[in-house]
């Protein structure tokens, strides 16, 4: 039996140090759990009453971490795997489990056999049950609920099904399935045999559905669907009968035509994904609509035109077609690397968002977090295209002053075009003619020696202009405009530590209305927050949420900071730090957004940021790394 006293957040950290056969760095240890260093140092304290009995411990060494320092690593796994043989869940891994635990299950399943099962408290599984009822409701089912009897999953076997599809990863769900191998196999035969042109995304999710199809069938679930809307004789039904007669085959049974349907549907919106059949009843000009009124958007909200990208427009074209065909199939495609592109590319995921709006508007459908994404990719690439041409823009026009020589002033002039290669013009000016520098009008001039000319940004240089003074100035830049950047966008009366939420809901509401004593945001800033919410989740990774509305309101630009006491979570993903944007028109606005990108990206950074008790304590942290983002 295990020690009472070994919480379940302190198993979860014991299997840490058993997976573990080295010195883990205590940093590691607070951004893996999302806790503080004074929490991970308590729970090694209990783990270590309860390791005495095994004659070991866990021993820490200056500079390497913690390590699990013991000769009976084998013992303490028996001992601690003999309690369950399922592992300890993160939120989102419970919701998976108790989803497929359900779905699979006829009979009503008690709160109580459930709480056993995953080893949770019984207000835990209470919260998973709450989340799994909403989640569920969008393929049209229901979970039922009868006194003394418990709960259980109602619905259509089309709308079950989808669910598996878009709920539970394949491992999971799949596990212990026999007979499946033959399917990868039999289908990618049958493609090149037709000369079938597909993405592999797309070929693996058409696989995952057949394999849920033969499960279900398998586990006395067949599907109920009309049959008449099959076009027969062509490809896709000529495809479809082939898979149902190869699984029948296989497991020597027969299937009714209605699971020949079910293949149908789900080959005829993906298989011509490349092709120029693909969505034929969506018209090009429709598509292009939808593209246009997005750039409009995103141009009247953050300045940014991309017009003129026709590989932005090609690619969105290419795309939205056949993913407008799935999605109003109600079929969408699991994304591997969601949360990479999430916290890769925050700002184009977000603008990703206002064109998943315009779609979802006008198709009456709805995209997910995986459609969100595979858009983002197109949008993220113009992003860097465009922004390749404006970074350049802050030094178009640079005066150097050379008092060395004439020929020292050309190598000058020469090396200072080799570091701003998309710099419009480059001039040579003599110290004693600065009437001719200002007519000039240079965003910063490079000086050998300190002068002061209305004004204008001076970087007084060597006259070689040496690989350091080439960083040290690049890194200035960066410090320079970090500082400008937090000067501007936060403040004391907008930064909170310790926030005290236990859910997603509640820290909205904190945040927002912290945001409106300011008096810069309309009265219901809380309530289009939590409409850019419902479109796609707002945690992008690394323990951050960047919550913003649908839509500019505010008077100016302005970003709240919360930090939690505890991470909760959101959408699947552990929070600790909340960004809350209040947004007006603003060409500037595009700094910021990459500058909290960059933050997204700096886990050590996170790190710190999660421990910081003061907003001046925030800034300087992040000062202190400007030179990295």
Request: charged share 25%; with cysteine; net charge neutral.
């Amino acid at each position: 039996m295990i020690n009472m006293n070994l919480i379940e957040k302190d198993m979860k950290l014991l299997e840490e140090f058993l997976r573990e056969e080295q010195y883990i760095p205590i940093k590691n240890l607070m951004f893996a759990f999302g806790v503080s260093e004074k929490t991970i140092r308590n729970s090694i304290g209990s783990i270590n009453v309860f390791l005495e009995k095994f004659n070991s411990k866990i021993v820490a060494k200056r500079g390497e971490g913690y390590y699990l320092r013991t000769s009976n690593r084998e013992e303490i796994l028996k001992s601690i795997t003999r309690v369950s043989d399922t592992p300890f869940f993160s939120s989102s891994d419970l919701l998976e489990n108790v989803f497929k635990r359900l779905i699979e299950e006829v009979k009503y399943v008690k709160l109580e056999e459930l709480c056993d099962e995953y080893y949770v408290s019984r207000s835990k599984m209470s919260s998973i049950i709450s989340k799994l009822k909403k989640e569920i409701q969008t393929y049209g089912l229901v979970l039922k609920s009868k006194p003394h009897y418990g709960f259980k999953i109602s619905g259509t076997e089309l709308g079950k099904r989808l669910a598996i599809a878009n709920m539970l990863r394949p491992k999971i769900y799949l596990d212990g399935t026999p007979k499946l191998f033959f399917i990868e196999d039999f289908i990618v035969k049958e493609w090149k045999i037709r000369d079938i042109n597909c993405s592999d995304i797309v070929l693996q999710n058409i696989i995952y559905h057949i394999k849920i199809m033969i499960r279900r069938v398998l586990a006395g679930h067949p599907i109920d669907i009309p049959t008449e809307n099959m076009t027969e004789g062509s490809l896709e039904h000529e495809v479809s009968q082939s898979i149902i007669e190869k699984v029948e085959n296989v497991f020597t049974m027969k299937m009714s035509d209605a699971e020949i349907v079910y293949v149908y549907s789900h080959i005829s919106g993906q298989i011509f994904q490349n092709d120029s059949q693909a969505g034929m009843h969506i018209s090009d000009a429709r598509i292009n609509m939808i593209i246009d009124s997005f750039l409009e958007k995103i141009e009247s909200m953050y300045d940014i035109s991309l017009w003129k990208d026709q590989k932005l427009r090609s690619g969105l074209l290419i795309h939205l077609r056949p993913l407008i065909g799935r999605i109003m199939k109600d079929i969408h495609l699991r994304n591997p690397i969601l949360h990479d592109i999430k916290k890769q590319f925050a700002f184009a995921f977000n603008l990703a968002v206002l064109l998943a709006e315009k779609v979802n508007s006008i198709f009456k459908c709805q995209l997910n977090d995986d459609d969100i994404a595979y858009l983002t990719m197109h949008i993220g690439l113009a992003l860097e295209r465009d922004f390749k041409k404006f970074d350049d823009k802050n030094f178009n026009r640079i005066a150097i002053i050379c008092t060395t020589g004439q020929g020292t002033a050309q190598l000058l002039k020469f090396k200072i075009e080799q570091t701003f290669p998309k710099a419009h013009m480059i001039k040579n000016f003599s110290l004693y003619h600065q009437e001719d520098v200002i007519a000039f009008n240079p965003d910063i001039i490079f000086s050998t020696v300190p002068v002061d000319i209305n004004n204008i940004p001076i970087e007084v240089i060597s006259p070689f202009f040496t690989e350091e003074e080439k960083r040290k100035l690049l890194e200035e830049k960066s410090k320079v405009k970090t500082e400008y950047i937090l000067d501007k966008y936060f403040s004391k009366d907008l930064f909170q530590s310790n926030l005290d939420c236990n859910d997603q809901k509640e820290a909205i509401t904190k945040m927002c209305d912290l945001i409106g004593k300011t008096g810069i945001t309309p009265p219901n800033f809380e309530e289009l927050c939590l409409i850019r919410e419902s479109l796609a989740s707002t945690a992008f990774g690394n323990q951050i949420a960047l919550v913003h509305p649908i839509e500019l309101c505010s008077e100016v630009t302005k970003i709240g900071i919360g930090i939690l006491k505890k991470p909760i979570d959101w959408s699947g993903l552990p929070v600790k730090i909340i960004f809350t944007i209040a947004q007006a028109k603003s060409s500037e606005v595009r700094d910021l957004l990459l500058f909290i990108q960059e933050l997204v990206h700096n886990k050590e950074l996170m790190i710190q940021l999660c421990e910081v008790n003061s907003f001046d304590e925030w800034k300087e942290t992040i000062i202190s790394y400007s030179e990295n983002l």
